[in-house]
């Protein structure tokens, strides 16, 4: 092995040859050539993999000398696509992505000698010139590079805000649209990843990606990058989520802008009149659900039940004595009203077009938007008040469950739940006759009558049971709306929705607890013959009032049967 001063000095020697590459001064074989550049790029890539050797060749001011090669060695590339034109590029963009990993002399050095914008010309170039790298698998050597071409990007861009500026200028948003088509995860990593960098570090960046231009490139990665539909992704993206959950967590206000312009048509996003300025749900009316409303939503429910798991776990633990806990990964409480449009919006488009589907996800963009959704608000009322609270104008604490309350969520899941009838009459696959109850036809006429699909009732209680946990004013408006006996009747199996039953009493439970109101309607109700629910003793069980503590608690019949 080499010591430190060797491979200097080997490094040095090989940037030697690299510059009388770029200027010859004689005539040589130009086999002999590209043999010995190839042999000298692998040394100079495995050097630059250290931080000190990147230093080191930072000092040679490696980055002036190679530069001159790129457009050298991707000339030739627009006229022939043949494997071994794009070997030694692919090699000098490796280097090129080691020599700027973190090191600001080379980065600086990068952004002086316009590397960006060479680095522009060649994927402009290469997209231009090769079809087949667009809309289908490309060949692995163009993906390869394309991918090189984008880690030296990321590279680059880690610089800050300058880089990010120069960066965005030279590739957005014909080159990041043209690459977002590429249907190649080694392509849509880094892109991402180029992305998620430059909008962290940039407002401007944000509102231009949420812009037409910038929603084609989300909606093509969406489309090329996840086999969307119920955590179906061949390779999970961890860049993408990192850009999706930014855009959606951390930027106020942009979820509902992302999620509502997704659902609008790529093919005339660019062509429509200009028009005064539409209320986001009246937009969401006008359209239907789409596949890339369903990724997005699929990528925030998966991220936020795992990232919430990190953030309860950081809190259970004191994080390292700090008395403000960590941000959970929640929309931000202005989106909560938002939320609640896409639920009902997915269930009327449901219910007017009649689909069902036996199993989710069901690859049916309104039904898994519906689903997903609702998931959406089962996970968002689920966390802990402590982590979800903020200030209200007028100084009082509102929690996530709260604000979704006061934009019509409870109501919606009640009418939802009535919509559909008791879990007997719902028939899997089988839309049931519509009601003879003349009240329940307002709810029967915008809601699906049957399970749209598998879990569709579960969801709706899961939602309210979740809600309701240590609510007061939510166990309030279930009761007051007459949703008592509604969420009992869920208190039973059903084939169509697993774990219904489980849900239901859980429901029951936080329906009940706390609340004296609550409690005396319910010993009310098993009070009568004619209301009481059967499903509950057929399972086994029954709620009942403690005598000594005034609170529910759950009775096996038969044990209780026995000591009569």
């Not at 030697?16 to 005539?27: G, I």
């Not at 999706?244 to 996003?269: K, Y």
């Not at 329940?440 to 939602?463: N, Q, S």
Request: charged content about 20%.
């Amino acid at each position: 092995m080499e010591d430190g001063g060797q491979v200097v000095s080997s490094c040095e020697v090989v940037l030697a040859s690299l510059c009388k590459f770029v200027s010859p001064e004689e005539e040589d074989d130009g086999r002999r050539i590209r043999r010995s550049l190839e042999k000298n790029f692998l040394v100079l890539i495995a050097f630059a993999r250290s931080s000190d050797g990147r230093q080191k060749l930072a000092e040679a001011n490696a980055i002036p000398v190679l530069l001159p090669l790129l457009p050298e060695f991707a000339r030739s590339l627009p006229s022939s696509l043949q494997q071994n034109q794009f070997h030694l590029l692919i090699l000098l963009l490796k280097l090129l992505r080691n020599l700027c990993a973190g090191n600001g002399i080379n980065q600086d050095s990068f952004l002086q000698c316009k590397g960006l914008e060479t680095l522009a010309w060649i994927a402009h170039s290469l997209l231009e010139s090769s079809p087949s790298t667009r809309r289908v698998l490309p060949p692995p050597h163009a993906a390869e590079t394309l991918q090189m071409l984008l880690q030296v990007v990321a590279n680059v861009a880690g610089r800050g805000e300058l880089s990010h500026a120069v960066v965005w200028e030279n590739f957005f948003p014909a080159i990041f649209g043209g690459m977002a088509e590429v249907l190649s995860q080694k392509v849509q990593e880094p892109l991402c990843m180029v992305l998620y960098t430059c909008c962290k570090g940039s407002k401007k960046s944000c509102m231009e990606i949420l812009s037409s231009q910038g929603i084609l490139i989300i909606a093509s990665i969406l489309n090329a990058d996840i086999s969307y539909g119920g955590g179906s992704m061949v390779v999970r993206n961890e860049w993408l989520e990192m850009l999706i959950t930014h855009l959606c967590l951390i930027e106020e206000q942009c979820f509902p802008l992302l999620f509502t312009e997704l659902g609008i048509p790529r093919t005339t996003t660019q062509h429509l009149p200009q028009q005064p300025e539409a209320p986001l749900s009246h937009k969401l009316e006008t359209k239907l659900p789409s596949k890339e409303q369903a990724s997005l939503l699929e990528i925030l429910c998966v991220w936020i039940e795992e990232d919430g798991g990190k953030a309860r776990e950081e809190t259970a633990e004191g994080g390292g004595g700090s008395l403000t806990p960590p941000r959970p990964p929640l929309l931000p409480m202005e989106c909560a009203g938002f939320l609640v449009d896409v639920i009902r919006h997915a269930a009327q488009c449901a219910a007017s077009d009649g689909l069902c589907a036996t199993a989710f996800p069901t690859n049916m963009p309104v039904l898994d938007v519906l689903g997903l959704s609702l998931s959406m608000a089962r996970i968002h009322c689920a966390w802990d008040k402590t982590l979800t609270s903020a200030k209200e104008p007028n100084g009082e604490t509102i929690t996530m469950a709260a604000k979704l309350a006061s934009n019509g969520l409870i109501a919606l899941m009640l009418d939802m739940l009535q919509a559909l009838g008791p879990p007997q009459s719902a028939r899997p696959g089988v839309p049931p006759e519509h009601s003879s109850n003349k009240s329940f036809l307002h709810c029967r006429e915008r809601f699906p009558t049957w399970d749209p699909y598998k879990g569709y009732r579960r969801d709706i209680v899961a939602v309210i049971a979740n809600a309701s946990y240590r609510n007061f004013h939510i166990q309030e408006e279930v009761r007051e709306t007459d949703g008592l006996y509604l969420v009992l009747e869920q208190c039973t199996t059903d084939s169509n929705n697993p774990f219904l039953r489980e849900w239901g009493l859980w429901a029951i439970r936080n329906l009940l607890e706390g609340n004296p109101r609550n409690q005396h309607e319910f010993a009310d109700l098993e009070a009568k013959a004619s209301v009481a629910n059967p499903e509950l003793r057929d399972i086994g069980i029954s709620v009942e009032l403690n005598p000594e503590t005034g609170r529910p608690r759950l009775v096996n019949v038969s044990n209780a049967e026995g000591n009569h």
